[in-house]
C-alpha cells in the first residue's frame, strides 16, 4: 500500500513537472512572439520617422526656393513697379498742371 502511495505521488510529480514544462514552453513562445512583435513594432516607428523627416525635408528645399521667389517679387514690385507708377502718376500730374496753367495763359482776361 504505501509504494502504491509512493508510485502515485511520483506520478502525480511527473504530470505536474510534465504540465509545468508545456506550460514554460508555451509562455516562453508568448514571450518570443511578444518580443517579436515589439522589436516589429519598434521597426516600423523608426522607419515612420525616417519618412517624416525625409518629408519634411522635401518640403523645406521645395519651400525655401518658393519663398525666395515670393520675397523677390515683393521686392520687385516695392522697388520698381510701384515707384514707376507713382512717377507716372506725378507726370501726369504735372503734364495736367501745364495743361491748366497753359490754358488759363490762354484765356483772355
Given amino acids: 500500500m504505501p509504494d502504491e502511495q509512493a508510485d502515485k505521488m511520483v506520478r502525480l510529480l511527473e504530470e505536474i513537472r510534465d504540465l509545468t514544462k ?34 519634411r525635408r522635401r518640403f523645406l528645399w521645395t519651400l525655401t526656393p518658393l519663398l525666395l521667389l515670393a520675397i523677390g517679387f515683393i521686392a520687385y514690385l516695392a522697388f ?26 490762354s484765356q483772355p482776361h
Fill in 22 to 55: 508545456e506550460r514554460n514552453v508555451k509562455l516562453e513562445a508568448l514571450l518570443q512572439t511578444t518580443h517579436q512583435r515589439y522589436e516589429d513594432a519598434l521597426q516600423r516607428q523608426k522607419e515612420a520617422q525616417a519618412r517624416v523627416l525625409s518629408h
Fill in 80 to 105: 520698381w513697379v510701384i515707384p514707376k507708377s507713382e512717377q507716372r502718376e506725378a507726370e501726369r500730374w504735372l503734364e495736367q498742371r501745364r495743361t491748366i496753367e497753359s490754358n488759363q495763359l
